[in-house]
């Protein structure tokens, strides 16, 4: 039987997305497990191209995955660029197109039009229902940073001055050394600490949030932690409003009430001035945090919203916070899916890939026929 080979894509069209699915280390262990792997070269991943190359890989040109044979398995990680041809291969990829996004249709009807199959990363399960590789963890720890470094900001500058763009790092420790000279300038200006509210701090989301404040040295007692039990009662919460950052990390799923509102927002206790909605989920009818509508960008983290009342108030919304980190995050995911992706030659008949075809086929099944 011939080798099944693995296409990796470059990432096209998402301004600082330096991370991949696959990394030289886990590109090494598919090889020698028997599959081919062809790379395309690509100026933008955190990994040179040849680093692939050292691994035994084929590097290719950028964008050929289109013309690749029909049975190669096209491996990605964000969202393909919007077209309209239809899609012939088997992707492995976010496509953020399950829950309703706005475009989803557009986005989803573009696999069955052209024969082709979604297996998308964020469905991809254990027996136990739990997500077998996730950038959670990065995502909370990134999304934390920039929210005390906006907080920083806030005070340190005019309101005309909003918060500026900002570049991928080398590492975490980098990461930190930068947060931790922003919070000293924000004390200086406050005579105080930040309180940071982090929701879903249980989760691999959560979790990386709450790291980043402790290790930027936000004291613990600043740090609330909640989550399934906090929240539980139903929302607005005026906690969150007399916090000063919000850090929101739940992994949404249907309705719920509304963590924070105008209405919650419009009172004399209002301390918040920064809400992280490291979740994302802007154009999702069921947003918890129905304070903005604009998903942000690392070269334009933040959004106003506007308030009534000083302080000022900014959401950062960005949707692939992980890029912040791209090479510790990339790492990271790669491994906890390698498992998976060493068994993609059989990827029809074992459990994690079955499963996320049969739920590609129940949501292709919700598709308005005007769509197919």
Known sequence: MAPTTLHLRSELGKALEHRSALTPTTTKALIE????????????????????????????????????????????????????FPLKHVHVQFAHCYKQQGGWEKVLARFPR???????????????????????????????????ETWAWQFTHPAS?????????????ALIADVK????????????????????????????AVDLCLRAGVPTENVLKWDMAETKKGGPFPEIVESDIFVNCIYLMSKIPNFVDMKSLDTPDRK?????????????????????TVATTFNEPTVPVEVKTEPRLSVISIDHLPSLLP????????????PSLLQLNDWRNVPVWAKAEKLFQEKVATLPKSAL
């Open 327 to 338: 090479r510790e995050a990339s790492e990271a995911f790669s491994k906890d899916l390698l």
């Open 33 to 84: 497990a028997g599959y081919t792997v062809n790379v395309e070269r690509s100026p933008e991943r955190i990994f040179d191209d040849e680093e692939f190359e050292k691994a035994g890989a084929t590097l290719v040109p950028e964008n050929t995955w289109r013309e690749a044979p029909t049975d190669n398995i096209i491996i990605g990680l964000k969202e393909l660029p919007v077209e309209e």
């Open 181 to 208: 000279k922003a919070i000293v300038a924000g004390k200086e200006k406050t005579g105080k600490d930040p309180r940071v509210l982090v929701i879903g701090a249980l989760g691999r989301c959560g979790g990386g």
């Open 272 to 292: 918040l001035s920064v809400i992280c909605d490291v979740s994302a989920d802007t154009t999702n009818p069921n947003n918890p945090i129905p304070v903005y």
């Open 114 to 148: 052209g024969g082709g199959t979604l297996l998308d990363l964020e469905f991809l399960t254990d027996d136990k229902g739990r997500r077998v590789a996730a950038f959670g963890y990065h995502a909370g720890f990134a999304g934390a940073a920039l929210a005390l």
């Open 161 to 173: 001055e909003p918060f500026p763009g900002v570049t991928s790092y080398p590492n975490e420790d």
